[in-house]
């Protein structure tokens, strides 16, 4: 909206410019230079509005009203033409150049940085092409010929070139970051704000690659809320809603390096651990099921938020779609020896077992969670 209302302004200046000998002389460059200021305060306040979510007013409403009191101090007490046009220039290159500073270091994608670009040009080009264009025109510019010289003709056009470019930035970024919303909301479940299966499937290829240039193993962990029907049944399922977003929570707070968290549908929660060996996939599975025995909810009477974990491992002899369902057929056997532990699916004897009450801090320099 703010982007919007800058070109606005900036059309009325062009127009401005052009219909400045209908206006009364000694008003007839006023209306085009608060338009082309105002477009460049509020194009620098949306810009530093949309990358830091936040914009001072106060440096660019000062900034504007100084450009307007230059310019008007150049033409009733010093009236200069020259003094006054290169004035605006240069507080249009400190009034763009403001928020150049402020979004340095948000400027990730390739887009941002063509728009973080386009607005420096455009910012050192106002003072330099002015400066340029009077001294070629020094001996001949006047006020009364100013509407029709070259150097109103080039300030107008390069304004308008640049104008253009950003433009294009501007309505490539918009595109951009729709394409990209669309997608995230696609991926993402509404719920818990957690990947679904499609967002799974997207980040699947990294670690199908890592397979095949050489890494062993990545673990799949099926997680599945013990009792959640009977959450449901008792409390309602708003709280059974309320449960299933604070067990998202803790499991984004787990810092387990490389992981993709992920929520399957229902109380069924899915972990992919990356480069993950027996031994790892173990520990992690342990230190999660643990975490999970200490989680609670004032939802549900401030009783315990138990999981049961499937657990297999995937490796480049198969897909994660094998590996997926070996990992749920031991989410249902820890499911019906008891809840609360842990089965691996690839273990053929001596089953994996450890229940939450049972479980000890020494995993955490595999896995830590975040406070």
Known sequence: ??????????????????????????????????????????????????????????????????????SAYYSYIDDHIFKRTFAVNVFGTFILGYPIVSIWKVKKRKIDQIIYGLTIVTALHFPLRAGAILWIESDRLTVENYANSMTSLTLQFTSSVAGLCIAMALLTMFMTTIVFSLRRTSETDTLTGLLNRRGVEAKLPKFEEALAEGVNSHAVLALDIDHFKQVNDTYGHNSGDEVLIACARLLKKLDIEQSIVSRMGGEEFNLILYNANDETAKLAADYVCGAFSQLTHPVIDDKAVTVSIGVSLWSARSSFSDAARLADIALYRAKSEGRNCVRLAHMQSGPYQVRGKDRRSNQAGMVTLRT
């Not at 900036?10 to 200021?37: C, H, K, S, V, W």
């Not at 477009?39 to 009203?65: C, D, G, N």
Request: glycine fraction near 2%.
């Open 1 to 70: 909206m703010v982007f919007s209302a800058s070109y606005l302004f900036g059309a009325f200046g062009f127009i401005f410019d052009f219909l400045r000998n209908l206006f009364p002389e000694t008003l007839n460059y006023m209306p085009a230079n608060i338009a082309y200021m105002a477009m460049a305060a509020l194009f620098a306040s949306a810009l530093s509005l949309h990358y830091t979510k936040r914009t001072q007013f106060l440096p660019l409403v000062t900034m504007f009203v100084c450009s307007i009191l230059i």
